[in-house]
């Protein structure tokens, strides 16, 4: 089976890897001209890095990674509101890992190259359109540097290629631009001494547009040196009179010192954080409405061109190699692709819709919300049920993630390739 994945980033890698993993050979095109360590830090859940275990790739990401051991929400004076063990300390049979994104995405390439051969990855290639055809789909591609027209043709297209993907627009022409809530992010690493005991995720404040978040992603060389630090501040500036500004601009030094001036906290200075940091850059918080499908004959979508979502309850990137790889299971359990693609829309998409519309009413982040509204009292024992309760929206509580079967293909299990 020809199987042609769309966008090369996390979502479509790991896709790649979860079919060659079910017996494929898929074909990767990304439209960058160079894969490049780019971004900033993102954490995997538990179910995420059960996913990429099975994978064979758990040495690789915990050479790279760091695992929180606690999540501490906290008040704009820094205290404490709420805290929960994260991972291992929780229960998991796995841990949660915070990673730069540019690490996680160039050993992601690594795996592909190794397995699938580096030909299997096609950069600078843009999606223009497809067409379906009488034995399948038909991508038209341009190669970014010559302007050549490439024309591929498969059995299956599945879009991976981000919130502005291509092939959703297609699939859905009338839907528009992306949702924002007015809320920037503005994001940034850097090198700085340990915050509470150096494996804490904290997120400070209340509702979006006015948090605080940090935690480390890579350990200092030598003891008593510095930990590589993510940061995130969410600003609220007004609706722009023209088009929101994607550009994923530079924030300047005296920009973000005066955006970090009200932000008091005991044991961290936003302010040092922010001169530490080699760049800064903004990033509006987006996302879109739930779709009613994702899937159409012998296309359809994953990830962020399915499911983009606000960053609340770190959930995006993990949903999306979760994805990955039940899109592989069914496609090796199915012999028409029509019918796999269908059942992979069935299984996923009503969970990670709820996720999307949690995630617009804070998901588990209303804990800090509530505890900065007087008029909202927290109650003991309600930040667990916040908590849980969106846990379990996710497929993401201890026991789900424990006990659920393998998505992992037998090697008998298909005699497609």
Known sequence: MRVSIVGGGIAGLTCALSLHAAGFRPRVSEAARTVEAVGVGINLLPHAVRELAELGLANELAAIALPPHRLSYRD???????????????GYHWPQYSVHR???HLMLLAAVSERLGPDSLH??????????????VR?????????TPITEN?????????????VRAQLYPDEGPSHWNGVHMWRGVARYPHVLDGRSIVVVGGTPGAKFVAYPIEDPAAEGGEALLNWVLEVRHGRPTGPLDRSSRRITSAEARTGLAAWNLPWADPKS???RSSAIFEYPMLDRDPLPRWSFGRVTLLGDAAHPMFPMGMNGGSQSIVDARVLAWCLAREHDPATALLRYDHMR??????????????GPEEVIARAEDPSRFLPVGQAESITSRYKYLAQATVVQVN??????VPADATGLT
């Open 123 to 136: 950069t600078g290639r843009l999606l223009e359109r497809f067409e379906r055809t009488a034995g399948g």
């Open 154 to 166: 498969a059995d299956v297209l599945i879009g991976s290629d981000g919130i502005d993907s291509e």
């Open 76 to 90: 704009r004076a820094g205290d404490p509101v709420w805290e929960e063990p994260l991972g291992i300390a929780a």
């Open 102 to 104: 540019g690490a996680l």
């Open 273 to 275: 954080l922010a001169e």
């Open 403 to 408: 006990t659920h079967p393998s998505w992992t």
């Open 349 to 362: 998409r009503p969970t990670v819709n709820a996720v999307v519309l949690a995630n617009r009413n804070l």
């Open 139 to 147: 991508a038209h591609f341009v190669d970014r540097t010559t302007g």
